[in-house]
């Protein structure tokens, strides 16, 4: 595709519930990574995925949070029991070759809000 | 761990002139990248401009430019003939290319208003 797309675009839940997010990376790009940005807050990192190795999962804040990615290509990170710490923007963002000089090109993120 | 400081949460500009936004960062590496990203309110995260550590010239793209201070770790962002466009929250970013996948650590940003 074009660019970098997420859904869903804004998603409000329930505490306690699952929730999942969606990311659909740039064609071609190997790297994917998911940060999460609080209100008023820079972006701070969740999950790395490149190619086919195991997936670098250092940034994930519980063990409520997880991150798939099916065929190298579109990646889902769910959260579950979610609380209302959780209410954030999740923005995806991918790349061409992981550890390189290449640019991060990021969606338009999923606004979460748990109440 | 390297980190990344905006010092100015929010700055103002009038349409047509110079504002320059401050980063400062902390590292024990050598080599890295320095990013600037802008965040308008459609949470598009856009690439504004790019630095490579090793590279002593300081990085221009249009109206925007920085002034890097290896030294001084320091990475200013300067637009020039501030458009009302320009209006969004800007974020400084490292990169460091020995940590895994190159992940960005971001500062808190600075709000920049345009102001007709």
């Known amino acids: 595709g074009a660019g970098v797309s997420q859904s869903p675009s804004n998603k409000v839940t329930e505490k306690g519930k699952d929730v999942e997010l969606r990311c659909d990376p740039i064609?071609?790009?190997?790297?994917l990574y998911w940060y999460r940005q609080s209100l008023g807050q820079g972006l701070e990192f969740l999950i790395y995925?490149?190619?086919?190795?195991?997936?670098?999962k250092s940034g994930l804040p519980s063990d409520r949070f997880s991150a798939e990615r099916t065929g190298g290509s579109v990646s889902t990170l769910t959260i579950q029991r979610t609380q209302q710490e959780d209410s954030a923007v999740y923005l995806c963002a991918s790349i061409l070759r992981g550890g390189g000089p290449d640019t991060q090109y990021f969606g338009p993120g999923t606004r979460l809000t748990v109440l | 761990a390297q980190t990344v400081t905006q010092s100015q949460p929010e700055m103002s500009v009038q349409e047509a002139e110079t504002v320059t936004l401050s980063c400062t960062y902390d590292?024990?590496?050598?080599?890295?990248?320095l990013f600037w990203y802008k965040q308008p309110p459609s949470r598009q995260m856009i690439l504004v401009i790019r630095q490579e550590a090793y590279k002593q010239q300081n990085a221009t793209e249009n109206r925007f430019s920085v002034n890097f201070q290896k030294a001084a770790k320091s990475f200013s962002l300067k637009i020039s003939d501030s458009q009302l466009g320009d209006a969004a929250m800007y974020f400084c970013a490292y990169r460091s290319p020995q940590t895994s996948g190159s992940r960005l650590t971001f500062g808190e940003g600075t709000q920049l208003t345009v102001n007709p």
């Open positions: 590292t024990s590496e050598s080599d890295y990248y």
């Open positions: 064609s071609g790009h190997t790297a």
């Open positions: 995925f490149q190619g086919n190795s195991a997936p670098d």
